[in-house]
């Protein structure tokens, strides 16, 4: 299994994809929080720690993530890589595996330069900063949405292999559907896995004045989606055949 | 046990028969022609011996295990299938350097078979600009990173040109020369003729033949006759004329399934003088036509192997 991981970051890291992907991530984050904190008068000190919980890494790291396998399709490299690994169940659980780490590094990069150049407007423009305890606690949500949808995008990757369609999908669902669906039925809308849940793990509020679902319950929900996700891919890649 | 064994396999997609019953080995030392027309059922009986397909019923084994049973399998089998592809941005040697890790290869086995394949020099580009054949020799290296005791070729000279043709017929013979089992695939014949020891013909998914390249060359058919003349174009329209089979090849004429002498009477009777007559064995072209036609009487079996 640590070869195939091995494999897999290596994967990552010897394409263009991931650094374009980091650098659009990087400077969309960067450009909202610098217009929120420009543009704005006084912070509450929650609307002060919920700037940095602009990070455009999960967005990015879902796109990613679904490449991560249903690129092997749109480049026809999945023969190769199933004769490299014929143990289709542990190639998948090392592609969620690397795009949860991969997910998690990038919300990293992310997260601590807009809290660094967040911080330091903050502090010029003299409105309420953020502790250091608080930016602590946003870090880590942070990287664990991240992670959980690397790790998502993985296997929707894995279902739809037609890429675009994978990719504007998730898409319409994270800026339509969620939105929608939490605005007109919060009880079930919040258990949505692309934005609603994960916003339960920031702890933010979008789109609903219902309370989001408490965090440990939101990553009992990502875990299931994933799970179910990852069993019905799993399937899927046993029983194809590679003609 | 042979190095490659197929039993009775059989690969049906939804109401299409792809493969039937098909059983043969692949022995060490050899190479192995796995020879037939397009839609045979060639690449469907490759990809379930690699665990690309599942069978319907039959085995297609490894050393008697499956492909997936496989420990390390890049240290037991390497494989160049048709549709061997890269992702366009990455460098030929980030390809192979993935593999290696994958099959747990050191770094410098990577930079061993760059230099085999003699790609050394285009390595560090990114394949969306390596041509076909450079293409073709990447999937070689990778199939040759494990350094394993079989290959598998899926009509591995697809798109060379001719010296490219003529490197992987060089490779491949050096590779069964070094004891490895070697199963090439191909409608090409007569490329294939001058690189197997071995031959295996199937049609529409059913054996035809198999054995040994001269076993399966023989057989009981009458012989071509191969014949130059001066005025070779008009002896061409008047066999054909005639109802014979010709092939031309420059100024010689293959004269298909009549023997010499009857060519010769042919000949006096129209008048051509010939300059060149002479009996030749049937071809593995014409055996592989005769083979690969629909089936008159059950499936020709001259060798012993399987």
Redesign the interface.
Known sequence: MS??L??EL??LR????FVALVAAALLLSLLIVVLIVLLSDEFSKQEAREIFTSDFSSLFILVLGIMGLS?EWR???I??T??????RMRLLTAKVLAYAAAGALLSLIVTLSIMAVGSLLLSIEDKTTVGISDLADVLWRNLLVAALLGALGVCIGGLLRNQVVAIVGVLVVSFVVEPTLVGLAPDVGKYGPLLNAPNGIIGINAFSDDKPLDEAVAVLVMLGWIGALFALTAQTLR?R??? | MAPVEIRELTKR?ASVEAVKDLSFDVEPGRVTGFLGPNGAGK??TL?AL?????PTAGTATFDGRQ??Q?ER??THVG?V?E?????????GR?HL???A????HSQRRVDEVLETVDLTSAADRPAKGYSMGMRQRLAIA?ALLGDPQILILDEPTNGLDPPGIAWMRELVRRQAADGRAVLISSHLLAEVAQSVDDVVIIAKGRLRARGTLEQVLGGDEVASTEVRAREIDRFAHALEAAGHRVERNGDTLLVLGVAAEQVGEFATREGVTLSYIAPRGRSLETAFLALTGEPESPPADPGAAG
């Open positions: 070869a195939l091995r494999a290596l994967k010897t394409t263009r994809t690129g480049h026809r490299t023969t190769g199933f004769l490299a690994a014929p143990e029983s055949d590679l003609v | 997609f690449s469907t990809r690699l665990g690309l397909v599942r492909y997936e496989l399998p890049s494989a299938l549709d061997a592809a890269f992702h366009p941005g990455r460098s980030n350097r993935v593999l890790v994958t099959g747990g990778s």
